[in-house]
């Protein structure tokens, strides 16, 4: 198990995490640090327990905007995918219809050449 040491609004915490996870620890505390830094900027110092909630609230408003956006994003290429694939079948009935009804004239007259004899 590894052990990491982050430190936010100055003050230090241990972390433990799994190995090799330590430097993805580092860089989220590190995150969380400019965040709190932030908020220290535009509402001053408040408690360590209000600035823990605020900047959850504002991390958590992030991850939802990104949710959001990637459920957009999904949507926009099932849309997309669905466009293209019909497009395509368009496409492709487009140059097969011309050779069905060379096929279809050719067997009409086997056909009528059949019934002749």
Known sequence: MGQVSVSIRGRTYPIACDDGQEEHVIRLASYLDKRAAELDR?????SEARMLVMVGLLVADELAEAHDELRRIRESLVGTEAAARKAGAETVERRITP???RLAHRLDDIAARLEAD
């Open 42 to 46: 535009t509402v001053g110092l408040v």
């Open 99 to 101: 050779v069905i009804e």
